[in-house]
């Protein structure tokens, strides 16, 4: 086990959280004003992504519904990659494609607030569920990395992690994520 290894990778990590903390910090406040706005509106937060994304997805609806830092009452929020038979009977009949865009056009209405975890942008299924939500009227957050890709156009606000590396990105789309969750729920508490 490589000591040099370990320090150069949480470095790397500090590094690159002290860099989008300083380009970066009003972009944040600004997501986080509008999940306060939507919650407050008593409109929804919808996440989503694929694969570590995903797990991030349900962990941050977890986080509003349940709680993050302090008990209070619960917020709405709903994981769109946690349904197995909603995800596998829309991949079978529509295309994996359609796995989040028909679950917005089913449940998303206007007032709510769509975010998208992607470190590519690429998807062709968060794209598509931009493209639904947009047609619906729902706003849309994107979190993303390597350059923002084609989301970041489709998104009302984004938040590019300047970096290529997956595991970069998605840890710091989660810390992001968690100092939005403090700060809304210090706002919304009560």
């Keep these: 086990m490589s000591v040099d290894k370990i320090r150069e990778s949480l470095d790397g990590l500090a590094s690159l959280a002290g860099r989008v903390a300083a380009e970066q910090a009003e972009a944040i406040a600004a997501i986080a004003q509008r999940y306060e706005a939507t919650l407050r509106g008593g409109g929804t937060l919808f ?21 993050y830092q302090t008990n209070r009452p619960a917020m709405r929020a709903i994981a769109l990659t946690t349904d197995t038979s909603l995800l596998t009977a829309c991949a079978n009949d529509m295309g ?24 590519s942008g690429e998807s062709p299924n968060v ?64």
């Design 47 to 67: 996440f989503a992504g694929n694969g570590g994304s995903a797990a991030d997805a349900q962990h941050m609806a977890t986080e509003y519904v349940v709680r």
């Design 96 to 119: 994996f494609d359609e796995v989040f865009a028909r679950q917005v056009e089913a449940l998303a209405e206007p007032g709510d607030l769509l975010v998208l975890h992607s470190t």
């Design 127 to 190: 794209i598509r569920a931009a493209e639904s939500a947009k047609a619906r009227g729902v706003a849309v957050v994107a979190l993303l990395g390597k350059g923002g890709g084609h989301l970041k156009e489709l998104a009302d606000e984004s938040l590019v992690i300047p970096s290529d590396d997956t595991a970069r990105i998605q840890e710091l789309q989660l810390a992001i994520e968690h100092v939005i969750c403090d700060l809304v729920e210090e706002r919304l508490k009560g």
